[in-house]
Structures are given as C-alpha cells and as structure tokens.
C-alpha cells in the first residue's frame, strides 16, 4: 500500500527485495479500478499490507468500497478510521521493552490497545522469535485483561536474513508447549488450536510439509492460487514469479500464519484420512476464519490433543 512505514523493525519483510523500490501510486481512483478488475477476475478477499497501511487511509478506503471482505495488516501506532471495515491485525513482537529494542517504538502495546480498544475489527498478532518466547504469557495476560482477542504468528526469516530472530530446533519446541498453554489459559480471547500449534512449530516448514500452492512456488495457473492469487506493488503492478502471501520470505524456513491460512486449509484431502486428524483440521479452519473475517466468530476445538501433520508428499 505504501513504500513508507513509521517505524523500522529487524528482519522486516517489506524492505526486502525489489517490491520497496517500486513507485508509489497514491491515487484513489487507480486502487479502486484495481479493486473493481480484481473483483471482475473473479476475486472475493483482499489483503492489503506494507509497508505500513494506516498512512494511507484514503487508499485503504477505496480498496473497502469496491471489495468489502479482507483484511489490514498494521502496527497499530495510527488508528484506521471505523468506515474501514476490513478485519485488522495489529503485529505485537514482546513486550514493550522488546518493542522498543527491535522495533524502535516507545510503549508500543498501550498505544496499539489504545487505538484499537473495543474494536470488533482488531485481532493481535504476537509474533514468536527465539528471544521473545518468555513474554507471550505477559503480553497476552495483558490483552486478555483488556478483551482483545489474540492469535499467533512465527517468525519466518527473509531470504538472506540470518540474524538472531532466526528458529531454532529449541525455540520451535518451546513456542508449542508455550502456545498450547496460552491457549489452555485463555480459551476466551485465544484465537488457535493445537493444530495450529504443531503445524507451524514443526522442524519442516510450510512448503516442505504440504507443498506451498501460491504462485511463487507454483507453477500450475490451472486452479488454486496458482490461477488467482496476484500480490501487488505500490505501483499497481504485480509479478508472478514473486508472488506469495509474504514476499521476499525464506520458503523453507516459512511457517508464517498468513502463509498457513492459504496453504493448509486447501489441503483437506490430506486431512481426511482419519476422524482425529480431519477434526484438527477443522479447528485450524475455524481458526483461519475467525483471524481473518470480521464478524465470524470461532467455535470451540474439535481435538485438544496433539495430531502430527501428514507428511510430506505433495
């Protein structure tokens, strides 16, 4: 939506690869031409991200208009106005003193909270890295205290990026056991499941364990993804061989929430192979829903045990 962003966070996705260099179209009237070809082409759900949407409200706006049903990604520092009904998820990396020390910014979840109190739209993502594990209990305690609901994300490191955000072995295995308990503790305001937990915690990462269906490791235009899903620049141009739902991600070290939304809810004939394993996949599915439509509200898990994902043919 925008080449610009009010903070600077490590191991940031946007300011990877070519798409940060691309021109700024920041004409209204272009972005909802693109809203109505998109909707013409037959697409139902947008996704508007990067680098930093809430600067550009204006555009924000005319993308809801012509496609109602999507979702913003934000870091919540600049409220989106209430006429912007998109579902809202509002990046959270720690507490704020982790925030101030990655993300440079000031006591970041009281100014996310207080901007998006109350607001059906708005849903927290917390971010797992190897350094902030110990603080999930704090800061969902937190949001919890406020009712807001929260859900879970993994960092995924860019291509190139090999810092200390990076997983490890140790860290996937203590994200599980730490997010299986949140969401034991805080059924309420927890939005993930078990399955959610093994998927994205296991030592192989999206792609490896179900065969990524978006374009930029799919060749088929035929069906799927691979046929419709386009991720388009600040200049309104997009490009196939680039396209997935976190460019500029390392694949095989991608277990991105986002990314798990598309890749293992269109995997339901590798799910029903037994009752257990198609009930988590069920709950993953509610999950999905619930983390990304506004309005939809999640029901209770069908499997509270840990099923290992099918692996790993495609």
């Known amino acids: 939506m925008s080449r610009r962003c009010n ?14 260099h691309a021109e700024e179209n920041r004409d209204p009237a272009a972005w909802r031409r693109l809203m109505q070809a998109e909707k013409a082409r037959g697409v139902t759900f947008v996704v508007l991200a990067g680098a930093e949407p809430a600067l550009v409200p204006e555009l924000c706006q005319a993308c809801y208009e012509e496609l109602p049903l999507g979702t913003i ?41 207080e901007n998006y ?36 994300n993994m960092f995924s490191a860019p291509v190139g ?11 996937l295995q203590k994200v599980r056991e730490t997010t299986i308990a949140l969401l034991a503790d805080y059924p309420e305001h927890v939005l993930f499941s078990n399955y959610n937990a093994v998927v994205h915690t296991h030592r192989l990462g999206l792609h490896d364990l179900f065969a ?4 930029r490791r799919n060749s088929t235009r035929n069906v799927g993804l691979g046929r ?13 061989d680039a396209a ?22 269109s995997k339901l004939f590798r799910h029903a192979t037994d009752p257990e394993t198609f009930r988590a996949w069920l709950d993953y599915v509610d999950t999905y829903l619930a983390v990304w439509v506004t309005g939809y509200a999640k029901g209770p898990n069908l499997y509270t045990s840990v099923t290992e994902p099918p692996c790993c043919a495609p």
């Open 7 to 20: 903070i600077r966070c490590e191991g940031c996705y946007y300011f990877e690869g070519d798409k940060q």
């Open 73 to 113: 990604a934000t870091n919540g520092l600049i409220r989106i106005p209430d006429t912007t009904g998109y579902r809202i998820h509002i990046s959270v990396w720690g507490n704020d003193a982790t925030s101030k020390r990655i993300r440079g910014a000031s006591n970041m979840l009281g100014r996310q909270l």
């Open 117 to 152: 109190r109350n607001d059906p739209r708005a849903v927290f993502v917390y971010t797992f890295t190897p350094t902030n594990i110990d603080e999930a209990r704090e800061v969902t305690d937190n949001l919890a205290s406020q009712d807001a609901q929260v859900t879970f």
């Open 161 to 171: 990026y090999d810092g200390p955000l990076r997983h490890t072995p140790a860290s």
């Open 212 to 215: 990524c269906p978006y374009p």
């Open 228 to 240: 419709s899903f386009r991720q388009y620049r600040t200049d309104l141009d997009w490009d196939r």
């Open 244 to 265: 997935c739902c976190v460019p500029d991600t390392d694949c095989d070290d991608c277990r991105h929430y986002a990314a798990g939304s598309a890749i293992v809810t």
